[in-house]
Nanobody, 117 residues
Framework: EVQLVESGGGLVQPGGSLRLSCEAS????????MSWVRQAPGKGHEWVSS????????TYVDSVKGRFTISRDNAKNTVYLQMNSLRPEDTAVYSC??????????WGQGTQVTVSS
């Protein structure tokens, strides 16, 4: 059974930083690209970033380029999202997903990120 468990969310002031983690189980983690997606109140899922299975290739939605960094540790079955220079419009529930930008098939329950002064 695929399980994805996110952590690291919270309340942060504009301009602040957070690091999200997602621990995966139930599949061969090192064989799959991984992604982060987010859902703001009243909106649908928005893809945020993806990383290939080896960690050498990353992609981002334009709105987070230069501020967010995705990474992974295949030895720990964990994918990370370092978020810097956070803005109020980044407020959302962030979930990790198994798969790449156009073909993720499982995602976790998510962790709430709130950016507010």
């Amino acid at each position: 059974e695929v399980q994805l468990v996110e952590s690291g969310g919270g309340l942060v002031q504009p301009g602040g930083s957070l690091r999200l983690s997602c621990e995966a189980s139930g599949f061969t983690f090192s064989s799959y690209a991984m992604s982060w997606v987010r859902q703001a109140p009243g909106k649908g899922h928005e893809w945020v970033s993806s990383i290939n299975n080896g960690g050498g290739s990353t992609t981002y939605v334009d709105s987070v380029k230069g501020r967010f960094t995705i990474s992974r540790d295949n030895a720990k079955n964990t994918v990370y999202l370092q978020m810097n220079s956070l803005r109020p419009e980044d407020t959302a529930v962030y979930s990790c997903a198994k798969g790449s930008k156009f073909e993720y098939d499982y995602w976790g329950q998510g962790t709430q990120v709130t950016v507010s002064s």
